[in-house]
């Protein structure tokens, strides 16, 4: 098929270069010429474990290519997907101006049946404006279809790869058919495609996201709660994670939730349900928890070092909202640096992939250096993204490098039994403070 993608963003090419893997013609668009031109170059301009090969051999096959030219690339196109950002505006709720206004660019370029299909995360009701939209500059025959992404960063391309499911909203039998087709290429071992009306598909992504936050918050309260009893949250966590029901997954305790999805589409969520009249109270709670979660070491720093933290050297693993990825949209680290830096502390930081980004961000308010360097001389290690390498340092080398053998774990990375050992002063999440004296 020939497909084109609007927006080049996570989204759009992880789902361009996906679909042309599997033997598609792809064509996607974005506004930005210089990266359009980075893009048709060969450079890819996200880091996705995984991504660069397909990336590469779909541009050599020529099924894979970038332009700026929305007309020729929706006119070329049996389907036409829109990977557009929806950021959150002021109150939170999702800012819709760029699927709008290229929803009615597309209907300027179409001149036959085509299949629009939104991709972007947005509220229930979206695809019906959509539609209407496109309407407004073209009266023939055409469908817009809700089919809402459920991509991990990190683990994006074996999720589009081999997803668990697919959903798709739609009430044409037409445009049911051709995405049915178009899927099947995924669905070769067990068909996995779960079709439902538009809304019921926009408020699927939502209620997806938002559960995922409620058992992270949830988790999280947990682990404040057996700090105060002196219970061990791992254990706990072992303990509910057997139940079928629970299961094992997102109940890590840790320093709160961050990234491009979660914190955006629980507020979106809650924000649409206040606007049909509906208090969606658990969701504000997750909300409210996760945003206090993300500080919860800084107190904790400060009483260490007796409120005194001028001058001192904080070193941070972690730049990045959680590893194998660059993103730092919301991500827990950059917050604790800001309060941090407004208590005068010295910070230094490495991070695998996301310094880069940190830069742009943060510029020369800290110093970053490799995961070595960071730590010479260091008053205190924070941890605050469990990458790989992170797991199983040279402890030997960081005692020799660091002033002050004291850690602070946002990820409950190492072993309480390992850090006595050790003989580091080791605060982690939920679990009991190892203090050598």
């Not at 929803?103 to 036959?112: D, K, Y």
């Not at 037409?174 to 598909?201: C, G, H, P, T, V």
Request: hydrophobic fraction near 40%; proline fraction near 4%.
């Amino acid at each position: 098929m020939n497909i084109a993608v609007i927006g080049t963003g996570y989204v759009g090419l992880v789902t361009g270069t996906c679909f042309a893997e599997t033997g598609n013609n792809v064509i996607c668009v974005d506004n930005d010429k210089e990266k359009v031109k980075r893009l048709n170059a060969g450079e890819i301009t996200i880091y996705e474990p995984g991504l660069d090969k397909l990336f590469t051999r779909n541009q050599r096959e020529e099924r894979l290519k970038f332009t700026t030219d929305l007309a020729a690339a929706v006119q070329d196109a049996m389907i036409v997907f829109l990977a557009l950002p929806t950021p959150p505006d002021k109150d939170g709720r999702p800012d819709l101006s760029a699927v709008y206004q290229v929803s009615e660019q597309i209907g300027e370029n179409m001149t036959a049946y085509k299949v629009i299909v939104d991709k972007s995360t947005v509220p229930v009701g979206t695809t019906e404006k959509v539609k209407v939209l496109i309407q407004k500059n073209y009266q023939g025959e055409f469908d817009v279809v809700a089919n809402p992404e459920f991509l991990r960063e990190g683990f994006a391309v074996d999720d589009f790869m081999k997803p668990n499911r697919v959903i798709i909203g739609t009430g044409s039998e037409k445009a049911r058919k051709i995405m049915a087709e178009l899927y099947a290429a995924f669905m070769r071992q067990d068909n996995r495609i779960i079709f439902m009306d538009e809304r019921s598909a926009e408020l699927t992504k939502y209620a997806a996201n938002s559960f995922l936050a409620v058992k992270i918050s949830f988790m999280n309260e947990i682990a404040n709660l057996c700090e105060i009893y002196g219970a061990d949250v791992d254990l706990v966590r072992r303990g509910i994670g057997t139940d079928e029901r629970i299961g094992k997954r997102f109940i890590f305790p840790g320093i709160g939730y961050g990234g491009s999805c979660f914190p955006k589409d629980v507020i979106a969520l809650t924000r649409s349900a206040k606007d049909v009249g509906y208090d969606f109270r658990i969701l504000q709670a997750t909300s409210d928890v996760n945003k206090k979660q993300k500080l919860v070491l800084v107190p904790r720093i400060k009483k260490y070092f007796k409120s005194d933290l001028a001058g001192k050297k904080i070193a941070f693993w972690g730049l990045a909202f959680k590893p194998n990825t660059d993103d730092i949209r919301e991500a827990p680290a950059l917050e604790m640096i800001e309060a941090l830096l407004k208590e005068e502390a010295v910070v230094h930081a490495f991070d695998p992939e996301a310094m880069n980004n940190a830069r742009n961000k943060l510029g020369n308010q800290i110093s970053y250096g490799s995961q070595y360097e960071v730590i010479r001389d260091a008053d205190a290690l924070v941890i605050t993204a469990e990458w790989s390498e992170f797991r199983t340092p040279d402890f030997e080398k960081m005692k020799k490098l660091m002033k002050k053998k004291v850690i602070f774990d946002g990820r409950n990375v190492y072993e309480l039994s390992k850090m006595e050992e050790l003989g580091f002063y080791y605060e982690s999440i939920g679990r009991k403070t190892i203090n050598p004296g």
